[in-house]
DNA sequence: CGCTGTCATACCCGGCCGGTATCACCGCGC
DNA sequence: GCGCGGTGATACCGGCCGGGTATGACAGCG
């Protein structure tokens, strides 16, 4: 199987249509039916069915096409990296959620700036929970994320800070005045619905508070007085005037954690998670 | 990047040799340099360093080397998924270590068995540590396997049964008399040195005990007197008239689990991980 | 200084990838 | 019922590229 093949058969199973799939990939329809028929052949298999109207995906295909997307990203991860570790043996690039966790990532790069050998380091800013694609992708070296909200899953991790989570609060609100609250008292307040994070597919779950892209936004919005957020101890330090934050005594901790990809053998990310083991 | 340039370079790569690397592919030398050559100024990136003598990976090339390799992996993987998917909805291959967990792989499959709407079960049989290999590969849907020892990196699991471990002696040995034994007693018996399992990688730790392929052959090297060693609890049903086994009290627990492709969408396989969430 | 072994180059051929033209077929509307 | 539009499949052709053979350039070695 050649991923020129993955790729065609890629474009037909999620249009469900040989002349718009064609069109996609910049060929003409004949070719192109005559690839995936060569593909069929030649795995024995049929992974469309058509019938004279439409397309549709045998279970096979179906299997296939999970499959293929995968292999397609990983070689497309695979094309990216090398050319980096080529032009760049001296350079990594870090992924962190804008916004969060400034201090650490201050500490960090302050720490690894006065190693011996290290690497220099591109901080590349990301919108919520888009570190895990980047570091799939190839485009960064190595993440700040959080446990248990960012998906770690194929990344190994190095913990750094595990800190308590605070309720981020218009600061002229009743709740703020408060040293202290549980998940209870956040959990209906009339006029303050909770702000959503995406989950780890990029898909929010239904409910009343605005969906969050970044932390600007987010700040924008409590600010205002539209929503509320559960953050860890460490946002305190992007908060604005107009924002409390208050302690919440029984949300579960937060751990932020330096992740690389697993089975690396890049000697700059060595370089770094050696610095990072040691604050 | 084609999975033909890939597989090219992965062969030059482990020989680093054109010509070897040329017969290992079944081509001639020539088209093979060129094709190289061509994936190096695809890539924009040196992966060989040519020294007229010798070849040598360049760190680009060691990166791709790594990727390269699971690429090529995960695309056989898929090729034979796509081809078992294909040949048979209702049916799938349970991985599982020969003559190991023999009372439970029994409860399981007869559980499975009284299922409506279950899948048919084959049962592969592996050497040690080959189940991770099967899952990977698309040999096997699902696989048998035991924390703390197996690689259960990449999938999802359910955990069956945990058990205490045992050392298993030869019948006329001293130690065999007794009631139970710690790790300590074990450590140094001078004329029973311990078997040594293969890693997660396949390769051995050094040290004076035999190298385990499979139980059978564990068996027999116990019965000789030639070695011990340190089997889950429910090894026992396997047991010769010429063996002993002593409860350890100080050996961690292990844990056999069912384990499957994490985010497999096979229907069958889900069907089987719901009858052993219920054992 | 040839000999050997290495990878690169030159050149040729056949197959296959992609294009255009067309077919076979279905659904739809008049 | 009969064009008509739109679908994927087929037929055919041309050019590119992957593969082969022959050979070159060069280093190490006896």
Redesign the pocket.
Known sequence: M?T??LR?FVA?AE????????ERL?????????????LERRLGVTL?E?D????TLTGAGRVLLDEARVILDATAAAARRTRRAASSTKRLTLATKAGSNHELLRKLLDAHATEPEAAEIDVLLCGMGEQARMLRDGRADAALMQRPFDALAGFDTEDLLTEQQVAILPAGHPLAARTALTLADLSDVPDLPVARWPRHDGTYEPGPGPEIHDLSQLAQLIALGHTLAVLCASSRSWLWSAHAAVPLTDASHVTTVLAWPAHSRSRAVAGLVRTAARL
């Open positions: 050649e020129r093949e065609y037909v249009e469900l249509h040989f002349s718009r799939a064609a910049g060929i003409a329809q004949p070719p192109l039916s005559r690839a995936i028929q060569q469309l058509r004279r109207r439409s397309v």
